[in-house]
């Protein structure tokens, strides 16, 4: 396949190794559970430690925290072959490329040795509280509040969507610490969530797809949490941490979203090959063919555009603007992709059990979280 044949320029020895580390661990500890996941709404707490034992968690937090001590390139491997392998249930990229990537940039030595190794061995379980009932894409309208009181923050507020909701014990909370209007308020608290008074876990939301991974409401009713805990020199930041991290997690969607483009098209084809319709193969009909054709076109276009960020990233060099490109631009291309392979399986592209189908149904909340395309394309638009 033409896909197979085009290497990405960032990927050398060791992240080679990686990839079939990776590969071999989705394959044995993740693949044959997405049924019963998907019926429990969430992964085997187990999964969480195993990942740690074999290295695949927090690779690109510096050796000193437990971490990989790798790039963003080392997370981006594992993205992909997750995608590849077409497991919608793991979260991984919002604890490893995500919320501990917030702790390393902005946490003290202190809390980043408290925290970071326990993340990197799968003992702790990272979320951020960020969206909440009535603010999605428009964080400056965050409602959640922390009063200090003595050495504490008392914490009060509502969060949903919350990936990891279940399993999480390391929460990034967004709150309102000032009485200023807008970002210039916000600040970033964290909250070990273990016999935490005044933390609550909310119902498990039922999404259209992603039904495995974990996902839930959560609210904070006089949740006392230190003031050390606050991420960063002093109250009020929290907005400008918010835009420094948010580039790399809409870079990991585009990463996802490339590969799971590329998964469906391996898919298609592969199904394509074997299907018997009017006597011979789909994929000896021309319209199988083109359509086909197309779709590796495009997902070879998404994956060149996220190897030149990924590239560029890696330098220093990628901006808000070019994070927020690639991420409205390949999670588009994965909708659009994913939609044409499933139509190759016909009636059984409808059907659960096969991946495309989950692959379809995953697709779609890619053009909405990380801050919707429409969002992403205003920000595009004010660096022209």
Request: charged letters at 25%; aromatic letters at 8%; one cysteine or more.
């Amino acid at each position: 396949m033409i896909l197979d044949d085009y290497r990405s320029p960032w990927l050398d020895e060791e992240l080679t190794d990686l990839r079939q580390l990776a590969r071999t661990f989705l394959a044995r500890e993740v693949v044959p559970h997405q049924e019963r996941w998907a019926e429990q709404h969430m992964v085997d707490r187990d999964l969480w430690r195993a990942a740690g034992a074999a290295g695949l968690l927090c690779t690109s937090i510096p050796q000193e925290y437990g971490g990989g001590g790798g790039t963003f390139a080392h997370e981006a491997v594992i993205a992909i072959e997750q995608a590849l392998a077409a497991d919608d249930a793991w979260g991984n990229q919002v604890h490893s490329t995500i919320v501990a990537h917030y702790l390393d940039a902005f946490g003290t030595r202190e809390q980043k040795q408290r925290w970071l190794p326990r993340m990197a061995t799968g003992d702790l379980v990272g979320g951020i509280a960020m969206t909440e009932p009535g603010t999605g894409s428009d964080l400056q309208a965050v409602r959640t509040r922390a009063v200090r009181d003595g050495d504490d923050y008392l914490i009060n507020g509502a969060k949903t969507f919350i990936s990891n909701g279940t399993h999480g014990d390391l929460l990034v909370v967004v709150a309102r610490t000032g009485v200023e209007e807008g970002g210039k308020g916000l600040s970033l608290i964290v909250a070990e969530t273990e016999d935490l008074p005044g933390f609550h876990r909310g119902r498990v939301l039922r999404k259209i797809g992603m039904h495995g991974q974990d996902t839930r409401e959560l609210s904070f009713v006089d949740m006392r949490v230190p003031t050390a805990h606050l991420l960063g020199e002093r109250e009020g930041d929290g907005f400008v941490q918010l835009m420094q991290q948010l580039p790399q997690e809409r870079l990991i969607i585009a990463v996802s979203a490339a590969a799971a483009a590329e998964a469906a098209v391996r898919c298609a084809a592969s199904y394509a090959k074997e299907r018997q319709a009017f006597g011979r193969d789909l994929l000896s009909f021309q319209n199988t063919r083109f359509v086909l054709a197309e779709s590796a076109a495009d997902a070879l276009a998404a994956r060149t555009l996220v190897d030149s960020c990924i590239t560029r990233h890696l330098a220093g060099e990628l901006d808000a603007a070019g994070a927020s490109l690639a991420k409205f631009w390949c999670t588009d291309v994965q909708n659009k992709v994913v939609d044409r392979c499933l139509q190759i399986f016909g009636g059984y592209g409808y059907m659960a059990e096969y991946p495309i189908a989950r692959m379809y149904a995953a697709a779609r909340v890619q053009q909405i979280y990380g801050g919707t395309n429409e969002i992403m394309k205003e920000l595009v638009a004010r660096s022209l």
